[in-house]
């Protein structure tokens, strides 16, 4: 496979996407946990769940917007 195949650019997209939104998933989820005063272990509940979402959904827009772009020659 070719270093700068679409599936690796697509791959990497994914990978950035996913790490980005967990971030800032674990931040706004430990936020909201203590603002609405989650009990107890629910708290990480609530982070964990939170953290996962984000991670897939901005990994999924990212991974989509590479493969967009991987058609693009400039």
Do not use: N, W
Not at 11 to 40: H, L
Not at 53 to 61: D, E, N, Q, R
């Amino acid at each position: 496979m070719a270093r700068d195949s679409c599936l690796a650019r697509v791959g990497a997209g994914v990978a950035v996407g996913g790490a980005i939104g967990g971030a800032v998933g674990a931040v706004y989820g430990t936020y909201e946990a203590i603002r609405y005063k989650v009990p107890g272990l629910m708290k990480i509940r609530y982070i964990g769940q939170t953290t996962v979402g984000s991670a897939a959904i901005f990994g999924l827009f990212l991974g989509a917007g590479s493969l967009i772009h991987c058609g693009k020659s400039y």
